[in-house]
């Protein structure tokens, strides 16, 4: 009697589902879509009986997902490909089935193939946006052959683009999976940062931050990598338009600007001050006439000098021939103070090298203690003259009021600035035309706007203002 109840009770066991974590040798079932909803207290596995290899592993939270396990001949060994998350309306038990007889046909190789591609595919999909944000940068900043010959990096911006991710997308979305980023996502982090959550409001970073991730979302959904499917940075809501600067110096500031940068009391280095007065004379940008090289100028002691910039400095990287007039000619032979000399704005701190890109920036606006940014370091040109803060740019824009005030045609002040022609008095050029077929410098009229701004300038700077500079009888620099 108890010899028949161990009997019966060991064969009610056997034919009993096993819901337990290693398979058993009479585990296997008919799956069915009540089973893959049945709770469990711990993850268990329930191998299907009419689809050898086919299992669902069930967890204790009620997410029932499809496998297929079967051996790779290539290496001799089992391998386990994923199928899918049951769900009764897309995905349930016949699915997974028909899913594996399909796989089945395929033959050994070409399966154990598909799954080793699914696995790929997978892991790259489980890269998050950090990881991807630093292979960005490094694929940036990658050295590259550029048209003029010489090795630069592929994005020579990068760093502005590396700073945009990482101070505002990485530090938001860092630890989520590229993968899984929304259009949502971006759009609340634009709107945090023209709401000042990262600082100061600013327009201007969200717009960066968006151009800086799209691109970043472009590239990593590029066949071959396959981060993502698809960009996030799409029909994002409208940012609002940026107030453009429109800060002009007037003639007085001009004055008190000139003679005060020829004070011998203040802070800032002698060149960099000369190269503030070469942006007011030639219109030329910061970056450009910083690295000015002494081989870069040409007859100056002629009747036409000029000052080619060479395109790896340039915005929209094409050579700029920019005509000089008597006034910048003088400031380069001050700058110049030795024949070994290379760049006309010498660094007076790195022999052999130009003053710093932000230098002249710091100049007007001074510089803040590193541990106290509350507190002044060195005190800006704009506050020492007791002018309106202004920056580099704004000395550009003051030199092209002044040769609109004096009557030069749009285009001709256009060409000065290196800005698209598309407008000739009423005639509009058509855009082809100055990007593809008309590589003139107009160096006429180019040379007649800026000899006029000179002369101006000349006018306008001809008596100190001795009450605004604070002290008697400075010298008129250049």
């Given amino acids: ?46 191998y299907d009986r009419k689809c050898p290899g086919l299992y669902v592993s069930i967890t204790a939270a009620g997410m029932a997902t ?12 089992q391998r386990t490909g994923w199928l899918g998350v049951y769900n009764p309306e897309t995905f349930t038990v016949e699915d997974a089935r028909s899913r594996v007889y399909g796989l089945k046909g395929l033959g050994a190789n070409a399966l154990a193939e598909s799954f080793r591609d699914q696995k790929a595919k997978a892991a790259k999909r489980g890269k998050t946006v950090a990881e991807i944000i630093e292979e960005r940068i490094d694929w940036m900043k990658t050295l590259v052959k550029k048209p003029d010959g010489e090795m630069r990096p592929r994005l020579e911006a990068w760093e502005n683009t590396a700073s945009h991710l990482r101070r505002f997308l990485g530090a938001r979305l860092g630890k989520t999976l590229a993968s899984e980023v929304t259009k949502h996502d971006i759009a609340a982090l634009s709107n945090d940062i023209v ?31 396959d981060y993502v499917t698809a960009s996030p940075c799409v029909n994002l809501p409208k940012l609002d338009p940026e107030h ?4 002009v110096l007037s003639e007085d500031e001009i004055r008190v600007f000139w003679h005060g940068l020829d004070r011998d009391d203040l802070p800032w280095d002698r060149r960099t001050r000369l190269a503030l007065k070469f942006e007011l004379v030639t219109m030329l940008r910061s970056r450009e006439l910083l690295g000015a090289r002494r081989d870069e100028l040409f007859d100056l002691d002629g009747q036409h000098p000029r000052f080619d910039v060479a395109l790896k400095r340039v915005k929209k990287r094409r050579v700029i021939q920019q005509p000089l007039s008597d006034l910048a000619l003088k400031i380069i032979k001050e700058a110049l103070t030795s024949d070994d000399q290379q760049f006309v704005f010498e660094s007076p701190m790195y022999k052999g090298q130009p003053i710093h890109r932000k230098a002249m920036a710091d100049a007007l606006r001074g510089t803040k203690h590193e541990t106290n940014k509350n507190k002044t370091k060195t005190t800006g040109l704009c506050e020492l003259l007791g002018l309106k803060r202004f920056t580099p740019h704004d000395l550009r824009r003051t030199a092209a009021t002044l040769a609109g005030d004096l009557g030069f045609d749009d285009a001709a002040i256009a060409k000065c ?8 008095g009423d005639t509009v050029v058509p855009t082809v035309t100055g990007k593809v077929y008309n590589h003139s410098q107009r160096m006429k009229e180019k040379r007649a706007v800026l000899d006029g701004i000179a ?9 100190p203002v001795a009450k605004a500079l604070g ?6 620099a250049a």
């Fill in 417 to 424: 600035l290196d800005h698209a022609v598309t407008k000739k």
């Fill in 471 to 476: 002290k008697e009888g400075q010298r008129l």
């Fill in 1 to 46: 009697m108890v010899l028949s109840l161990r009997s019966r009770n060991h064969m009610n066991s056997s034919i009993a589902p096993s819901l337990v974590g290693k398979r058993g040798r009479n585990s296997s079932v008919i799956l069915t879509d009540r089973l893959c909803e049945k709770r469990v207290a711990k993850r268990a596995k329930l």
């Fill in 195 to 225: 709401a000042g959550k990262f600082g100061k409001p600013s327009v201007s970073n969200a717009r960066h931050m968006r151009k800086a991730a799209s691109g970043l979302f472009n590239w990593a959904a590029e066949a071959g990598r």
């Fill in 455 to 463: 002369t101006e300038l000349r006018r306008i700077v001809g008596a």
């Fill in 66 to 77: 499809f496998s297929y396990k079967f051996t790779d001949r290539q290496t001799g060994k």
């Fill in 244 to 247: 453009p600067r429109t800060r």
